[in-house]
């Protein structure tokens, strides 16, 4: 692991991330290398702070304009789980806020500031856009149909609990490359109001593995996410 993600990043954010006891490095040279490391981690912990900053009020604004949820105070966080891969992920706590969340692998990867806000955009725009309740909504309705499809067959409760875990995983597997284009757009949008390069930010498609058919299929191919963000920034830069 990356000398401890950077030191774990060097994150206090705030209490939000447990920085690793100190280590004894066996000689200078490791020693050194855990110096830079943690500096690195600070580095990245200042651009991540200021980032939030930035993208918070802009993702809220929008969220507002939209008015499709009703909870627009986000909260953006550092996950502080070391072994976590590289990842971000949108959610609601027990009241609706949205939660964004951000792994220490991937803020350890991120080249610049301009991934972390376009990243962030995107995870914003899943909840701007109410994907997760439309998500649950086209779930529900696919195994309530499978359902009742297995009982007229007359189907054993195990048979229908079976289809209607298939149908409801089809159903949302069928959304999600909507989805997430959706968001990439919206998200791109984002991180442009908020001062940030959208076009740089999507360079973060570049490190991605390929979608294969089977594998990651509930996301639209990495090329097509690109060419999608170009021509949302083109068209939002020539109406301003």
């Known amino acids: 692991m990356r000398i401890w993600r950077a030191a774990a990043l ?11 006891s100190p280590i004894a490095a066996p000689n200078a040279a490791r020693a050194a290398e855990m110096a830079q490391a943690k500096a690195e981690g600070k580095r990245k ?5 200021q980032t939030v900053a930035a993208v918070a009020p802009v993702a809220k604004e929008i ?6 949820v009703g909870n627009c105070d986000f909260q953006i966080f550092v996950d502080p789980r070391l072994r976590l891969p590289e990842n971000a992920y949108q959610t609601v706590d ?3 806020r949205p939660l964004i969340g951000f792994t220490l ?15 962030m955009g995107h995870e914003a725009a ?3 856009l109410g994907h997760l309740a439309q998500q649950a909504q086209t779930a529900q309705r696919a195994a309530q149909a499978a359902a009742v499809t297995a009982a007229d067959q007359g189907q054993s409760r195990r048979q229908i609990r079976t289809a209607q875990r298939a149908a409801a995983l089809a159903a949302t597997e069928g959304y999600s490359k909507l989805f997430e284009l959706q968001a990439d757009a919206l998200g791109a949008e984002i991180a442009l109001r908020a001062g940030f390069d959208p076009l740089l930010g999507a360079a973060f498609f570049d490190r991605l593995p390929q979608p294969h058919h089977g594998e990651a299929s509930s996301h639209p191919d990495n090329r097509t996410r690109k060419a999608l963000v170009a021509q949302t920034v083109q068209q939002l830069r020539r109406r301003s």
């Open 105 to 119: 692998a991937l803020l350890s990867d991120a080249r610049d500031a301009d991934e972390i806000a376009f990243v």
């Open 126 to 128: 899943h909840h701007i």
């Open 63 to 68: 969220c507002l304009e939209k008015q499709i």
């Open 10 to 20: 060097a994150l206090t954010l705030a209490g939000c991330v447990q920085t690793a």
């Open 45 to 49: 912990a200042q651009m991540f702070l």
């Open 94 to 96: 027990y009241s609706g």
